[in-house]
């Protein structure tokens, strides 16, 4: 009879003691404590993209509460925006090494607000995993325009960051200045700054603008 329980029966009588209830939980809760599982938490979505091979043929998106380590977690599914706030529920795992929620329901809380303000780090900050999911900027030389399978490398003399194409593919982009003649817009030895949420696929991270 408790209308906060999740199989909640307006037509009930009498409380048998059957009522069932989710566990609430920060993104930070989740990411940093490793949790699985069904749950429900909430945040605003940063990206939103196709369907693609490295989420199993899956649409998906991020959400992001707040700034900081283990803030972000991927979702599976789509029907949202960028800026919307979501209340989703659905079933926590991680998936190839990307913690995920799958077969999530959600509400749609608000829409069009600002998004977490992305966290500086250095290329080679991407590759540790209290940044999964959130969203990064980084600047970096172009040490190589075009490493296979979508990715190219962008390094500030700390190490590599990978950037994949999952959402954008700028290694088949191009620039003109009179419409007529075209340069491929990534250029090795140019600097680039890139923003992105960072992802975890076949082994790396990988920041995907």
């Keep these: 009879m408790d209308p906060f329980a999740v199989n909640y029966d307006l037509n009930a009588t009498e409380d048998d003691g059957s009522c ?16 699985s599982g069904q749950m429900q938490t909430t945040g605003i979505v940063t990206a939103v ?15 992001q509460d707040g700034n900081g380590p283990y803030s972000a977690i991927w979702v599976i599914g789509d029907g949202v925006a960028i800026g919307d706030e979501l209340s989703i529920l659905g079933n ?6 990307l913690r995920q929620i799958q ?20 290329t080679n900050g991407i590759n540790e995993e209290q940044w999964e999911c959130v969203l990064i900027e980084m600047t970096g030389e172009c040490v190589n325009p075009d490493a296979n399978y979508g990715e190219w490398h962008l390094n500030d003399g700390s190490g590599i960051g990978v950037l994949d194409d999952i959402g954008y593919n700028a290694i088949d982009d191009s620039l003109t200045n009179d419409g007529e003649n075209y340069v491929p817009l990534l250029e090795q030895g140019r600097d680039y700054r890139v923003t992105g949420p960072n992802f975890y696929a076949y082994g790396a991270w990988k920041l995907l603008p």
């Design 20 to 35: 069932v209830y989710i566990n609430n939980y920060t993104i930070q809760e989740i990411q940093s404590g490793g949790l």
């Design 49 to 63: 993209y196709g369907a693609d091979n490295a989420l199993g043929g899956d649409p998906s998106f991020v959400i």
């Design 92 to 97: 926590v795992s991680e998936v190839y090494g």
């Design 103 to 122: 077969g999530g329901s959600f509400d749609i809380l608000s829409s069009e607000n600002e998004l977490p303000v992305a966290e500086m780090l250095a």
